[in-house]
């Protein structure tokens, strides 16, 4: 299922060294690991982001390219990727001064989200 969602850039903080034209194909493939895997999001405290993905070796695989990718680019963010007992769990922390991007990160995730 696809959704309508509009392409807001505005959580691309200028910190990232993406190219501007790569910015809406990172965010699609954001969109896309959102809409097939993610089951909760949770914010555990306000510099941490947590999403509860559907359990499967493809999902654990996309998640960390993903991550390993967007890390290459936005430096400051930190990603955890857990696999234990048939769960699947990608945590995202960010420095104080970055908290704007994961509120904006976390507001795409529940917007794009399978309930």
């Keep these: 299922m696809t959704q309508d969602i509009a392409l807001d850039l505005g959580w691309a903080p200028s910190a990232c060294t993406l190219p501007t034209a790569e910015r809406p194909l990172r965010v699609a493939e954001f969109d896309t690991l959102f809409a097939d895997a993610v089951r909760a999001v949770a914010r555990p405290d306000r510099a941490r982001l947590r999403l ?6 493809d999902h654990a695989a ?11 680019c936005c430096s400051f963010f930190t990603f955890t990727l857990t696999v234990a ?6 945590e995202v922390t960010v420095p104080p001064e970055h908290v704007d991007v994961l509120d904006a990160l976390q507001a ?7 309930p």
């Design 52 to 57: 509860e993905l559907v359990f499967s070796p």
């Design 62 to 72: 996309r998640a960390a390219e993903l991550a390993a990718r967007e890390n290459g």
């Design 85 to 90: 007992d048939g769960s699947l769990t990608l």
């Design 108 to 114: 795409r995730a529940g917007a794009v989200a399978s």
